[in-house]
C-alpha cells in the first residue's frame, strides 16, 4: 500500500513569488497526481504525470521516479492560487488514489 | 465542458437513518469512485466500481455501505445505517481510461449525522 507525503503542510507567500510543493511517495507508480481543491471543497484535476515535466499556465509539475518524488511550482503567484494543493498516487495496483494531506497554500496581495 | 453531478449538496440526516447520495458521472465514463473526507483530513478512497461491479474497496467501505449503477448514468453510494463519524464531504468521481486518465469530480455532498 503506498503512502504520501507533502510538504509544506501550510505555505504563506506574497503575490508574485515562486511557490514550490513537494510530494514524496513510497511505492512505485504508474502517474502522480496533482489536484487543488477550492475553499468551497471542489476537487479540480491540475496534472497528470509519470515522468518528466508537464506545465499549464504558471503551473509546473515534475517527477522523479527513482526518487519517487514530485514537486509542484507556482511561478508568479496570485492571490487567486490560494488553495489547498493536494498529491494522490494509485492506491493499490488498481486505479483508486490514495491523497496526501495537502499543503493550503495563501498568496496574499 | 462535462461534469459530475452530485446531489444533494447537504443531507442532514438522524444517525441510524439510510442515506442515498446520487453522483451522475461524466456520459462515456467507464471508471466510477467514491471518496470522503472528514472535516479538517485528508480525502480517503472508499470504493472503485468498473463494468458493473466493486473493483477496489477500502477498509472503510464495509458491509454498511454499498454502490450501485442502477441505470445507464447513476451512481449512489448508500449508508444502510448511519453514524455520528460517517458525517463529511463525500466525492464522487469518474475517468474513461483508468490509470491513463485524469479523474473528474463532483463539487461533493456535506454528509452531517445527527
Known amino acids: 500500500k503506498n503512502e504520501v507525503e507533502q510538504s509544506p503542510q501550510n505555505l504563506t507567500a506574497q503575490e508574485g513569488e515562486f511557490i514550490t510543493i513537494n510530494c514524496s511517495y513510497s511505492v512505485g507508480i504508474s502517474a502522480l497526481h496533482w489536484l487543488q481543491q477550492h475553499p468551497g471543497g471542489g476537487i479540480v484535476s491540475l496534472f497528470m504525470?509519470?515522468?518528466g515535466k508537464k506545465k499549464h499556465g504558471r503551473l509546473i509539475a515534475t517527477i522523479n521516479i527513482q526518487e519517487k518524488h514530485s514537486s509542484l511550482h507556482i511561478t508568479a503567484s496570485h492571490p487567486r492560487d490560494s488553495a489547498v494543493y493536494i498529491c494522490?498516487?494509485?492506491?493499490?495496483?488498481?486505479?483508486?488514489?490514495?491523497f496526501g494531506k495537502g499543503t493550503t497554500l495563501s498568496v496574499s496581495s | 465542458e462535462p461534469e459530475v453531478t452530485q446531489t444533494p449538496s447537504h443531507q442532514v440526516t438522524q444517525m441510524g437513518q439510510e442515506v442515498i447520495l446520487r453522483c451522475v458521472p461524466i456520459s462515456n465514463h467507464l471508471y466510477f469512485y467514491w471518496y470522503r473526507q472528514i472535516l479538517g483530513q485528508k480525502v480517503e478512497f472508499l470504493v472503485s466500481?468498473?463494468?458493473?461491479?466493486?473493483?477496489?474497496k477500502s477498509e472503510i467501505f464495509d458491509d454498511q455501505f454499498s454502490v450501485e449503477r442502477p441505470d445507464g448514468s447513476n451512481f449512489t453510494l448508500k449508508i444502510r445505517s448511519t453514524k455520528l463519524e460517517d458525517s463529511a464531504m463525500y466525492f464522487c468521481a469518474s475517468s474513461d481510461q483508468g490509470t491513463s486518465q485524469p479523474q473528474h469530480f463532483g463539487d461533493g455532498t456535506r454528509l452531517s449525522i445527527l
Open positions: 494522490a498516487v494509485p492506491w493499490q495496483a488498481g486505479t483508486a488514489l490514495i
Open positions: 504525470l509519470s515522468s
Open positions: 466500481f468498473y463494468n458493473n461491479e466493486i473493483s477496489e
